[in-house]
């Protein structure tokens, strides 16, 4: 009897100890930790599993579902009081064309078995729990190690590779290494371009970390040494190949830069400056040419009488026979005594070798001495009056036997007038040419006409030059004629002019009568 007491107790008593028990649940793992991946494809999906917990000993769950953004996805069995039940697989799929909206929500209902419910209610409750930290593929954040897994793989937009990556099973490795140049880099490795290549000259490229080192490619500078003011400055190799400009070198106060090096510009090549060479008869002293003439000493290449060098050798000009007295006057077969050429020499028709042993005014013709061309005045005249004119004959003579090209030239002296006539050539005031040809041998004669406008004594003069076989000698002669005014008297005599071809034939004359008179008594 006690006992259908007591248990009637509990009936009585027990629905008014539930209905003070609030409904209540847990879900495990914690909803705000759970992550739940997914992509925009239907056919992607992310999994969770939940286990829900009845906290309450009366009372029991008669079903929990899953529901995403508002939408149904799945339903648990019945969950008794004090018991779990865990949700395997739960699938949910967050777009991305609008990831804020990504939560999911879990929603448990008590059972219908037992009126009032839990809470003392007529109506059954439904209790909520929210995941609030839903991840998804396209929130920007890469998370590799909860559940679902994002990698560069299944989801590139919050895991991709950065451009110098590529994804390999699921992870990002670096391009560099691969001796390829991918984009994003400069070189990789031994993959680099050279330093010609960049339009540098010299240098060698490195490469660290896929990012090309040009530092060391340079340029030439240079390519000879040069001149920089008054110094120069080297074109110089460097550690890297490249010619560079060296620091400027200064010249001395002697010396000027020229083609990249300095010169000594106290030299006769260069006297002052680069630009100035002395010349053959100069020297330098102080930076300035000289006349090497007068200097007291016999330089190189001189010819100087007074420093008694003749070509840059020193001489004696009163004993040295091939510069007697001044250089090269050579006395040949005679002495030179004080500077003057001394010793027999021989007449005409004597045996000789060479000019040099015939009288100053013969020449050595086929190894005999002769007068070679002389000149004689045919009228006896020493006076002639101011204002009249005369005819006067000049004989041009040929000894030599052959032709020969002969010239005669006339100089008079101021005021005298002197013409040409029966064939003489006309020439200026002073000077004419009487005549240029070729002479056979014998007497060649020309006609002269004078004349004066003032009154003095005046000089005519009458110059020769011959070519014998190669060999140019010269013949002179001279007259002085008295012009006196028209009072006074014209006075003829018989005086000729100077002529030394005329002295020359009495000189041979005397000579031939003697070696006659020689043979006589022999």
Known sequence: MKKIILLLIMIIIMPSIALAISFDFTISPNPNSELVYGCDSLACKG???????????????ERCSIYQNGEHRLDSTNIAAKQSKKLNDIWVRIPASNPASGSIELHCKETTSTIPYCDGSTQQKTHYATFNNVKYCGDNLCDRDSPGYEDCNSCIADCGCLTNEYCDDGNCKSKCGNSQIDAGETCDGSNKPSCESLGFDHGETSCSSCNLDKSNCCKDECSVDECDGNGFKKCVTDANCCKKWSSITPCTENEACSNGKCVDITTDEHCGSIETKCSSNEYCENKACKNKCGNGRCDSGETCVNDRCCNGKSVDFSSDKANCGTCSNDCGILDCINGKCIGSTKGVNEKCTDDSQCHSDLLCYKEVCQSGVSIKLGTKLSSLQVGKEMDIGLSIINMIEEDISVQLIIVTASGMSVSGSQGAASGSSNQFTAFDGVMSRGEKSITLRIGASEPGTKKLEAKGTYNLSGKVKE??????????????KEIPSSTEGKSSESTNEIYSLIKSLLDWIKNIFR
């Not at 999994?47 to 769950?61: A, E, H, L, P």
């Not at 013949?475 to 006074?488: A, H, L, Q, S």
């Open 47 to 61: 999994f969770i599993d939940v286990i829900i917990t009845n906290n309450n000993q009366f009372c029991s769950i």
């Open 475 to 488: 013949f002179y002669y001279e007259k002085e004629i008295v012009f006196y005014e028209e009072d006074g």
